[in-house]
């Protein structure tokens, strides 16, 4: 059964740092592009982070994040993680992880990041 499952999420400060795993079972891991979604109360999900699946890893990122946030994989652990960092209160939301290629793509429950003070 393809399983992701997201941790790491909790309460941390503004200006704080986090970082989020997704442990991947049940597909062909390193096929698969990896990507970080978040949804915050009332708000649309939006895209945060990619990497891509080959030997030539391409990364992107949102705007909101880029400079504050690294995205990464290790195919050997089948986890990708999202490395935050000068987190905002504007990133609270549940994060999510999304395993993709062509017609295949499976999500996690996703983990909760607060940030306050």
Do not use: H
């Amino acid at each position: 059964q393809v399983q992701l499952v997201e941790s790491g999420g909790g309460l941390v400060q503004p200006g704080g740092s986090l970082i989020l795993s997704c442990a991947a079972s049940g597909f062909t891991f390193s096929t698969y592009s990896m990507k970080w979604y978040r949804q915050a109360p009332g708000k649309e999900r939006e895209f945060v982070a990619s990497v891509s699946s080959g030997g030539i890893l391409v990364k992107k990122y949102a705007d909101s994040v880029k400079g504050r946030f690294t995205v990464s994989r290790d195919n050997v652990k089948n986890t990708v993680y999202l490395q935050m960092k000068s987190l905002k209160p504007e990133d609270t939301a549940v994060y999510s992880c999304n395993a993709e290629m062509g017609q295949y793509s499976y999500w996690g429950q996703g983990t909760q990041v607060t940030v306050s003070s």
